[in-house]
């Protein structure tokens, strides 16, 4: 099953971002990338200030995506101010 993850950061947490970035990084990368369909970060309007990211996974239930959050080393950081997580289904392409 598809879901979405939309992380907002808390205001001013740019320094938290990126003092944890490598490690959430490495964090996807030995434990979700098959799993993971799409992911990013998201940009304030300058289009260069990260506030946030968008992931979506291909997993087998809510529960993992539990497990995925409660694991990130950016969450375990204090980086988001919320986290909103829904089904997802892909039409395009």
Not at 12 to 31: K, M, Q, T, V
Not at 71 to 93: I, N, R
């Amino acid at each position: 099953m598809l879901f979405a993850v939309l992380c907002r950061d808390k205001k001013d947490s740019l320094p938290i971002r990126l003092a944890n970035r490598e490690a959430h990084l490495d964090y996807i990368r030995a434990n979700w990338l098959p799993r993971l369909i799409s992911a990013g970060p998201l940009f304030s309007p300058d289009g260069q200030t990260m506030i946030g990211g968008l992931l979506i996974f291909d997993v087998e239930d809510r529960a993992e995506i539990d497990r995925y959050l409660e694991d990130d080393p950016y969450g375990k950081a204090g980086l988001f101010e919320s986290v909103d997580v829904w089904p997802y289904k892909k039409v395009f392409p």
